[in-house]
């Protein structure tokens, strides 16, 4: 069929949820208009105008598909063509097992590659409000930083009050300020090429120090409407995690284990760790560092860590306040509202947390946008997929009277039942269990959806 026989579908948001819905639509032949309201209104948390800039981490964590399940979502979402994973293999930096991406390569490449599409337009205007009623297939991935205006009519039209969390942005220092005579590279067990990180050793009494530094340092204090919101569990500030425990953070992000300093011959008492934030190497991210301590605070505390005593910044922590809705309540099996069908949500704003999680419900809205404009019925994949149970999750699965934002994880895919006179499958057979079923059966759908294509060509 000619693509001009199809009015367009309508992308708002040039995230990586709606940068991924875009191209999946244009892949299936039909016209985009993608509006992004960046550079001509700015964000709190993005910097520059490019098409799915990452505004935290620059890792999509780990990249294992058959122990791991958001490496097993990156392969789904390969076979399935996704343009957010094209070009973040194209971009990839060094991370040990994780897929970890040079930011601005992979927000050139994804901008450069939506621009050169011949049924895509991008429009750079603000959304004020609700999508015209003319428009009849929408996509909104506004991701958690959506424009107040749009955030506030979705919340009319949902009759749901918007759901919030406070999501936070770690540091970027300087490769060329850190000193290389006290922190080392290694990867943690020696993972990928055994040096992708570069770690900052303390011993106990300088943990201590640190400690109590973070404790007593300065923090951003929230206004008044912001003081009730919780943060995402998954990405909590380091200063939330010292409040916990004094150890929270030797267990969690500053780990010691798997790593040797050369110096001692030793496992250090707690260790930093910084991972490759370019392509040039010149920019190193501090790992699950996310805080809230004032700009001043960070340069001072950060200084204490061995190895960064004389550390420049390129980016400073930060946090912003992300929107999500109750998509259980609000969202049908295929994404639309269900007081209003012609209006599909995508990204974080339905309720998934991290990268590839949004990108993966863009690219699921794309495929059932095109869909419906080619005549068909739209195909949700399989519940034992990695997309399908995160689907399945955020529209129906979940409990909605305590609905959360959620990261892919095994245990939302069915569990393996074994066949009669089959004993059950040892622990550490499970998850690559899981994971040859889930891509077996990715192939079958993919294969029933491309026939219904074929048939209505």
């Known amino acids: 069929m000619s693509s001009a026989k199809f009015a367009p579908v309508h992308v708002v948001g040039g995230g990586l949820a709606g940068s991924e819905a875009a ?10 208009v993608l509006h992004e309201m960046r550079p001509q209104r700015k964000t709190p948390a993005h910097q520059t105008g490019g098409l799915a800039e990452l505004v935290c981490s620059n890792s999509f964590r780990s990249d294992d598909p058959m122990n791991n399940a958001v490496g097993l979502l990156h392969a789904e979402m390969r076979r ?78 949902s009759g749901q009050e918007g759901l919030a969390f406070f999501d936070a942005i770690a540091p970027i220092v300087h490769r060329e300020s850190i000193d290389f005579g006290t922190a080392w590279f290694q990867s943690r067990y020696d993972k990928g090429s055994g040096k992708d990180y570069i770690n900052c050793p303390m011993n106990q009494e300088q943990y201590a120090a640190f400690i109590d530094a973070i404790l007593a340092g300065e923090k951003t204090e929230f206004r008044e409407w912001e003081k009730d919101t919780p943060y995402f569990e998954g990405c909590l500030p380091i200063e939330v995690m010292a409040e916990r425990g004094r150890d929270t953070l030797r267990y969690g992000p500053m780990k010691p284990v798997g790593l040797i300093d050369p110096a001692t011959g030793r496992e250090p008492y707690a260790v930093v760790q910084l991972r490759q934030d370019n392509a040039l190497a010149t920019l190193f991210n501090m790992v699950g560092f996310q805080t809230k301590l004032k700009y001043g605070e960070q340069v001072r505390i950060f200084r204490m860590i061995p190895g960064l005593e004389q550390a420049e910044f390129a980016r400073l922590g930060g946090i ?57 019925q739209p ?42 006179g089959q004993k059950r499958l040892k622990k550490r057979d499970r998850k690559p269990a899981l994971a040859q079923r889930a891509l077996d059966e990715l192939e079958l759908w993919l294969n029933q959806a491309d026939r219904i294509v074929e048939a209505t060509a």
């Open 80 to 157: 399935c063509d996704s343009l957010i994973l094209r070009c973040g293999d194209a971009h990839r930096v060094p991370a040990g097992g994780a897929l970890a991406v040079d930011r601005h390569g992979f927000s050139d490449a994804v901008t450069a590659a939506l621009e050169a599409h011949p049924l895509i337009e991008i429009q750079r205007e603000e959304i004020g409000g609700l999508p015209p009623s003319e428009w009849d297939s929408v996509v909104i991935a506004t991701g958690p930083l959506t424009s107040p205006a749009l955030a506030e009519a979705l919340s009319d039209l």
């Open 379 to 420: 195909l949700p994949p399989p519940l034992t997929t990695a997309l399908g149970a995160l689907l399945n999750h955020i529209t129906g699965g979940a409990n909605t009277e305590t609905f959360q934002p959620m990261n892919i994880n095994f245990g939302l895919l069915p569990p393996l039942e074994p066949q009669p």
């Open 320 to 376: 912003h306040r992300n929107t999500f809705i109750n998509s259980p309540k609000v969202l049908d099996d295929l994404l639309r509202m269900k007081n209003e069908p012609r209006l599909r949500l995508a990204g974080q704003i339905t309720g998934v947390e991290g990268y590839v999680e949004s990108a993966a419900v863009g690219l699921l809205a794309g495929r059932f946008a095109a869909a419906e404009r080619l005549g068909e």
């Open 23 to 32: 191209w999946q639509i244009a892949q299936r032949g039909v016209p985009v």
